[in-house]
């Protein structure tokens, strides 16, 4: 069983940054990739990114595609997502979801509010 804990979201200006955080336990070594998604008020939630744990291939969508970064501490088993230049469109509840052999597992998600 695996389980994430989201952490980092909050309040940040229009072209600032923030940097979310995905800590997972449990059977980590069964994850196979790890992806970010968003839910925006009012919206269906969206895919944001996805990493590939065996070949460290990276996608993302086109609307974050060179703002925001997936990236993996091994050793703390926790995935990062950091956005830059962020925009009030980028207004969301995020939520990394791990993928492992017959499983999906959500986190509980973290709000991210951009506006000034």
């Known amino acids: 069983q695996v389980q994430l804990v989201e952490s980092g979201g909050g309040l940040v200006q229009p072209g600032g940054s923030l940097r979310l955080s995905c800590a997972a336990s449990?059977?980590?070594?069964?994850?196979?990739?790890m992806s970010w998604f968003r839910q925006a008020p009012g919206k269906e939630r969206e895919w944001v990114v996805t990493q590939v744990s065996a070949d460290d291939i990276r996608a993302y969508a086109d609307s974050v595609k060179g703002r925001f970064t997936i990236s993996r501490d091994h050793a703390k088993n926790t995935w990062y997502l950091q956005m830059n230049s962020l925009k009030p469109e980028d207004t969301a509840v995020y939520y990394c979801?791990?993928?492992?052999?017959?499983?999906?597992?959500w986190g509980q998600g973290t709000p991210v509010t951009v506006s000034s």
């Open positions: 979801r791990a993928r492992g052999p017959g499983y999906y597992v």
């Open positions: 449990g059977f980590t070594s069964s994850i196979t990739a």
